[in-house]
């Protein structure tokens, strides 16, 4: 019997995890690496470490099933998406570290592309927001500020890429330089309606077109690792590959992840659809010549919110207390959480609001605190839910879920009451890893079709509203209230 191994690249540690063809888990290896802190607000990652530790994960995973390369049918890769690296074409180096995701310092140069009144057009094109979050502003930033980097670049002699590009590279021994559609159209140098790198846009960053990867389908074989000796057939970001492995396929179903954020995805089909309530429009998967698209909003404190409970307040010792102090009380006593610490994502792009409690009472308890903070998550991704269906005219008949909070049943039980829509918890919660799995699969035959796949997903547990309407409505009147008292913070003089 042959298996599949998912290479999941995430931004605190490298996993991988051997699937068999009914796509349950054979084994999981995982190792963390070091983050980078240089200065306020930025955040990097070493490239070499990072290939390291998931080459290290790979054999160690394979290992414990039992397994050797000549088992294992195809490799499938999903990553943290918009961390942005170049390296040396001749010499396989990087030229520095590699700036990751949540690194905010080209904020700056964002700003200015939006007073150049450039927002409509770079969205109208990539899908995307002007933002430091993603990889075109990084790149732009390592080109013109590491030493020789412009220079070298304009000899032909860079390459750049996401991390699922550094992988294959690494694991092609230097013979492939590629990205897949998911990873790219997260660059805001992507045309996700042609499906190519777009001039107009390269030319706003400076960027030239001898650096860039090429771009290939999230299903196909690339080629072969040379350490492994196993095909390279599925890449996916993150997010994309949580949707494809939540089997995701019919237009209007949605995912959401509950991370340290939430990252909401609404699969729109061959349909690329415009947002006009502040979501991304984002490439889902490309299989065969079929470009498929999504709506995606991202919360940027959800599971935070509990580790500020313990860290902040010192409330709960362990982030798995919370679901336990929050149940001490029926309800939230009127107390409402928005936590807004790092401003707040979609569907407000408010980088100026705070973290607020509304409603505190002399006989507000911990518990009611704890439950505003569960709730607050909630109400988080009924906002985003609230700007999908305006923006794709789709009711939403379910929610599937995955992530680390996830677990947490009063969380999922008040996020199907808040909805008014089941809830539904799979059985494979690594639906990342599962993803980035079927893609390779799919690539090589190891599963047949999208159809089989789907027939795979299995429900771990469904959350049915129980919420009376009335009670519903007036809890998201006085949560949108709350969230006003958030907006209302200034920076003081």
């Known amino acids: ?9 995430g931004t605190t540690s490298s996993r ?3 699937f068999d063809n009914a796509g349950e888990i054979r084994s999981v290896a995982q190792k963390e690496f070091k983050q980078y802190f240089p200065q306020p607000g930025w955040v990097e990652h070493d490239a070499d470490e990072i290939w390291a530790t ?7 995973a394979m290992s414990k099933a039992g397994l050797s390369a000549k088992d294992i049918a195809a490799i499938g890769i999903t990553n943290q998406r918009e961390t942005t690296m170049v390296w040396n074409r001749e010499t396989s180096k990087p030229v520095g570290h590699a700036i990751v995701w949540q690194d905010r310092r080209t904020a700056g140069f964002c700003d200015q592309l939006k007073r150049d009144g450039l927002q409509g057009l770079i969205q109208k094109k990539s899908g995307l927001i002007i933002d430091a979050y993603f990889s075109g502003s990084k790149l732009r930033w390592i080109l013109d500020n590491v030493p020789e980097a412009r220079k070298l670049a304009d000899q032909d002699k860079l390459a750049f890429g996401t991390i699922d590009s550094w992988l294959v590279w690494k694991l092609t021994g230097g013979k492939q330089h590629l990205t897949d559609v998911t990873n790219a159209s997260r660059t805001m140098l992507f045309n996700i309606h042609t499906g190519e790198w777009d001039k107009e846009l390269l030319e706003v960053f400076k960027i030239p077109e001898s650096v860039l990867p090429r771009v290939a389908a999230s299903s196909e074989v690339y080629g072969s690792s040379e350490h492994l000796d196993i095909p390279i057939a599925g890449i996916g970001g993150d997010q994309q590959a949580a949707l494809f492995g939540q089997a ?11 991370g340290t954020g939430c990252f909401m995805l609404m699969y729109t089909g061959t349909k690329a659809m415009p947002s006009h309530n502040n979501l991304l429009t984002t490439v889902a998967w490309k299989i065969s010549d079929k470009m498929e698209y999504a709506l995606e909003g991202g919360v940027f404190i959800a599971g935070a ?8 307040l010192g409330i709960i010792k362990h982030s798995s207390d919370v679901e336990k102090l929050a149940a001490t009380e029926s309800d939230n006593g009127g107390v409402f959480l928005v936590p807004a610490f790092a401003g707040l994502g979609a569907p407000h ?4 609001a705070r973290g607020t409690i509304t409603g505190l009472t002399r006989g507000s308890t911990a518990g009611h605190i704890a439950r505003a903070a569960l709730e607050g998550i909630a109400f988080q991704v009924a906002d985003v839910l609230t700007a999908m269906e305006a923006d794709s005219k789709i009711k939403l008949k379910e929610l599937r879920v995955d992530g680390g909070a996830a677990a947490n049943n009063m969380l999922m039980q008040f996020q199907a009451d808040i909805l008014g829509v089941p809830v539904v918890r799979p059985a494979v919660q690594e639906t990342t890893a599962l993803g980035a799995a079927y893609l390779a699969g799919l690539a090589v035959g190891y599963w047949r079709n999208v159809a089989e796949i789907s027939s795979q997903w299995k429900v771990d547990r469904r959350f049915e509203p129980a919420m009376n309407s009335d009670v519903r409505d007036k809890m998201r009147s006085r949560w949108t209230k709350a969230l006003e008292r958030a907006k209302e913070w200034e920076e003081p003089e």
């Open 1 to 9: 019997m042959k298996y599949i191994l998912a290479f999941d690249q």
């Open 16 to 18: 991988a995890i051997v």
């Open 54 to 60: 998931q080459i290290g994960v790979a054999a160690e």
């Open 248 to 258: 995701c396929h019919t237009p209007g179903m949605v995912k959401n992840t509950y």
């Open 305 to 312: 919110v509990v580790q500020w409970l313990r860290d902040g």
């Open 349 to 352: 792009w408010d980088q100026y």
